[in-house]
């Protein structure tokens, strides 16, 4: 939501400096900084660019999120699950081999599940580790802006 209430607030500024009139550039991306001087069709053309990548960047994110949390439901179901068979094993008699084979059977099952609890964890902690990366990216290019008002 604020992505889009972004967008309509970026309209071109005018600076009055030494009787000069400057046109300041508002961006979606706060990088003026990187593109000083430019004129208003190469603006229009930045403008849209960083319109359409910060809506990619919108729905990928959304969709990732959709992603782990989707499969981590499924990982909760699979443990419930697996909680309800273990409890199930005490309900009923079996003999001590059928015993044993049923028994076998779950705790390879558990065994899966906490390798794909581990492997959902690494794939986590690499796509927070990149968020993070392009979070600090675009917090820099932020900061040159304002450096130039400093």
Known sequence: MFYFLKINTCILQAAITDNDTVAT?????????LYKG????????????QVIQGSLILISECACDS????ITMHLCGQLELLGIQFTEINKKHYDEKRH??????????HCQLIALTRN???????N????????????????MYLNQFF
């Open 25 to 33: 550039w508002n961006f979606v991306i706060p990088s003026t900084c």
């Open 38 to 49: 430019v004129s208003y069709s190469t603006y229009k053309i930045l403008f849209m660019m």
């Open 67 to 70: 992603f782990f949390f989707g």
């Open 100 to 109: 044993r084979n049923v028994l076998e059977s779950l705790v390879k099952r």
């Open 120 to 126: 959902i964890e690494d794939a986590f902690n690499i």
């Open 128 to 143: 927070i580790l990149l968020r993070l990366l392009i979070i600090s990216v675009v917090i820099a290019s932020s900061g």
